[in-house]
């Protein structure tokens, strides 16, 4: 079963509004979250890196004013995209990393099942 | 920082063949490898990883190799089904504290059509 919860799966808006996109870790403490945007037929495109607890690390050319991101807990990390314009639109993917169990592998990088953002 | 090629970008084979797909890194101090599987809709699976202390693993009909001198890693699928099809991403990391550190480098992707 999944081991990253991410919601919604799919959300339709009018431009200007915000929206909020959830991810958890469902058995297992996320020391490292990440953040990825994914176009049509593209890789993924990691938009930030977040630890608990602190903040989060945008990549180059993502505005971080545009894509807020909180991880308050070891098991949960938020994106809002606030102001939603029509650009926004895309497919939104959060992924986890720690370990699972006390032996399971370290380091395994686990993903969400993805948010198609559409802004009218 | 690193830099992951993969190819082909494309693959189509007929039920039971085998397909290969194959992956370069530039950073020599990359240490793990994942492949996911992403099916449309929906966020990427990993379906099998392999550490640089290893040449090859096998979990029933996929397997990974690794040749950590000529940088590259490969993905087999044997027996192939129609329900493999989906993309394909080969990526690679540094843990080490390298100049990658911490951040999954991807490829480009590879979309896998099994013919029934």
């Known amino acids: 079963g999944a081991v990253v919860s991410q919601h919604p799966s799919r959300v339709i808006c009018k431009s200007g509004t915000s929206v909020k996109i959830e991810c958890r870790s469902l058995?297992?403490?996320?020391?490292?979250m990440f953040w990825y945007r994914q176009f049509p037929k593209q890789s993924l495109m990691l938009m930030a890196t977040?630890?608990?607890?602190?903040?989060?690390?945008?990549e180059q050319g993502v505005e971080k004013d545009k894509f807020l991101i909180n991880h308050a807990s070891l098991t949960l990390s938020t994106l809002t995209v606030t102001s939603a314009h029509p650009e926004d639109s895309s497919f939104y993917i959060c992924?986890?990393?720690?370990?699972?169990?006390?032996?399971?592998?370290?380091?395994?990088?686990?993903f969400g099942a993805g948010t198609r953002l559409s802004v009218l | 920082g690193e830099n992951v090629e993969q190819h082909p970008s494309t693959l189509s084979v007929q039920e039971g063949d085998s397909a290969v797909i194959k992956c370069t890194y530039s950073?020599?101090?990359?240490?793990?490898f994942p492949w996911y599987k992403q099916e449309l809709g929906k966020g990427p699976q990993l379906i099998i990883d392999i550490r640089s202390n290893v040449g090859e693993k096998k979990d029933q009909r996929i397997a990974v190799t690794l040749n950590k001198t000529a940088k590259h890693f490969s993905l087999h699928i044997t027996e192939t089904q129609p329900e493999d099809s989906a993309v394909y991403f080969c990526?690679?990391?540094?843990?080490?504290?390298?100049?990658?550190?911490?951040?999954?480098?991807f490829g480009q992707g590879t979309i896998l059509t099994v013919h029934p």
């Open positions: 950073d020599s101090a990359s240490n793990y």
């Open positions: 977040s630890n608990e607890g602190s903040k989060a690390t945008y």
């Open positions: 990526a690679a990391i540094d843990y080490a504290g390298g100049t990658s550190y911490g951040k999954l480098t």
């Open positions: 992924s986890a990393r720690g370990q699972r169990g006390a032996s399971g592998a370290k380091n395994i990088q686990y």
């Open positions: 058995d297992f403490q996320a020391t490292t």
